[in-house]
């Protein structure tokens, strides 16, 4: 079974920091084309940072450029985001995906596989 499994989700006040793991199983992802997406309340869901495994181009929405840094981590299968200076409105679930279409633009990706989420609840 091939499964994304996030973790390190939490409640932290403006202005924190959070580091967010995905872990991958069941396959080999060190090839494919990973990111996280986040959905808020009432919204839909947006893609946050992608990042291609051959030359580990990375993209992030401009909403988090200069604070989130996404990374490949091969020895876990996954990517981790770090978050810095978070806001409010970062709050949300945060999911963990996966695209076997390696050198495809994030921003326009067919995502094959999503973990189940993680919450993320930044205060003011």
């Known amino acids: 079974q091939v499964q994304l499994v996030e973790s390190g989700g939490g409640l932290v006040q403006a202005g924190g920091s959070l580091r967010l793991s995905c872990a991958g199983s069941?396959?080999?992802?060190?090839?494919?084309?990973m990111g996280w997406f986040r959905q808020a309340p009432g919204s839909e869901r947006e893609l946050v940072a992608g990042?291609?495994?051959?030359?580990?181009?990375?993209y992030y929405a401009d909403f988090v450029k200069g604070r989130f840094t996404i990374s490949r981590d091969n020895a876990k299968n996954g990517v981790d985001l770090q978050m810095n200076s978070l806001k409010p409105e970062d709050t949300g679930v945060y999911f963990c995906?996966?695209?076997?279409?390696?050198?495809?633009?994030?921003?326009?990706?067919?995502?094959?596989?999503w973990g189940m989420g993680t919450q993320v609840t930044v205060s003011s």
């Open positions: 990042i291609r495994s051959s030359e580990s181009t990375t």
């Open positions: 995906v996966a695209s076997r279409s390696a050198s495809a633009l994030p921003t326009s990706a067919v995502y094959d596989y």
């Open positions: 069941g396959r080999s992802f060190n090839n494919w084309l």
